[in-house]
C-alpha cells in the first residue's frame, strides 16, 4: 500500500543500471513513488529506464531532452525539484543511484525532521554503510558517533531530506553554475540560514560508493591519478 506523498523523491542516474535499478526498487518496495532524472544515459539505459516507469510506475525525466547542457546536470535537478516541492508544499528527499534504502529509511527521514530544539530543521541525512553495516564514504567522520543529532560536518545527499522550510529559505537558482556537486555547499548554507542539520545514525542505507562514475574509485586505488584527472579536466567540482 503506497503511501501518502508528503515527500517529494528525486533519483538522478547516470548509466550503472544495475545498481541504479535496485536503488529504485528498493524505493518503490517501500511503498513510495518517485522521480528519476535521467542525465544523458546510453540510449540503452535510458530505454531501461522508461520500462522500468512502465513496470513500476516511477516518472522518468531524460534531462538530455530538455537541455543541451553536458552532464552531470545536478544543479538543473535540484532547481526544478525545488520548484515542484514548493508548489506542492512537500519536503525534497534525495537518494543516489549508489543507495540502497530499507523499508523503513524515508519514514525515519520524515520523522527526523521535526524540530528537536530551538532550531528549525534543514536537513536530516541517512548515515551510509557498507555491506558489513560499517559507516563508509561520505561519512567516515562519523564512526564515532553512536546517537542521531544535530552535525555541523558536511552532509551528502547520498539519502537526505530537505525541508520544505529550508527550500522557502534558499533558492538553488543561486547555485554556482561553475560547480558539479552541491551537496556541500547547501549543506552548509542550511546552518547558515540558522536551521540544524540531523545525521541519523539509527538509519543506515547501504551506499555502493561512485557506482555511476567509475573514474572516481581512483580517489582511493590511485589518489594521485584521480586529482591529476580532477585538476586537469575540470572534473568533480564541489
Not at 128 to 150: L, M, S, W
Request: proline share 5%; glycine share 4%.
Amino acid at each position: 500500500m503506497a503511501h501518502d506523498p508528503i515527500v517529494h523523491i528525486i533519483m538522478p542516474v547516470k548509466d550503472s543500471l544495475v545498481t541504479a535499478e535496485e536503488a529504485i526498487r528498493a524505493i518503490v518496495a517501500s511503498g513510495h513513488t518517485m522521480t528519476v532524472y535521467d542525465d544523458n544515459s546510453t540510449d540503452e539505459n535510458a530505454a531501461r529506464l522508461d520500462a522500468l516507469s512502465e513496470e513500476l510506475g516511477i516518472r522518468v525525466v531524460h534531462i538530455g531532452r530538455e537541455t543541451d547542457h553536458p552532464s552531470p546536470n545536478y544543479r538543473w535537478v535540484l532547481v526544478r525539484s525545488q520548484r515542484e516541492c514548493l508548489e506542492q508544499g512537500r519536503d525534497l528527499v534525495i537518494i543516489e543511484s549508489d543507495v540502497i534504502i530499507r523499508p523503513d529509511t524515508i519514514a525515519k527521514l520524515v520523522a527526523g525532521r521535526k524540530t528537536r530544539g530551538e532550531k528549525p530543521t534543514g536537513m536530516v541525512a541517512a548515515v551510509t554503510v557498507n555491506e558489513q553495516g560499517e559507516v563508509n564514504f561520505p561519512y567516515e567522520y562519523a564512526r564515532k558517533i553512536h546517537e542521531d543529532g544535530a552535525c555541523k560536518k558536511r552532509f551528502s545527499f547520498c539519502c537526505t531530506l530537505l525541508t520544505v522550510e529550508f527550500l522557502r529559505a534558499f533558492d538553488f537558482e543561486q547555485l554556482d553554475t561553475s560547480k558539479n556537486w552541491y551537496d556541500v555547499t547547501i549543506s552548509h548554507k542550511s546552518t547558515e540560514l540558522g536551521f540544524e542539520n540531523l545525521l541519523l545514525i539509527s538509519n543506515p542505507v547501504l551506499h555502493k560508493p561512485h557506482s555511476s562514475r567509475p573514474w572516481k574509485q581512483l580517489k582511493y586505488t590511485n589518489p594521485l591519478l584521480y586529482y591529476w584527472r580532477k585538476i586537469t579536466q575540470h572534473r568533480d567540482k564541489i
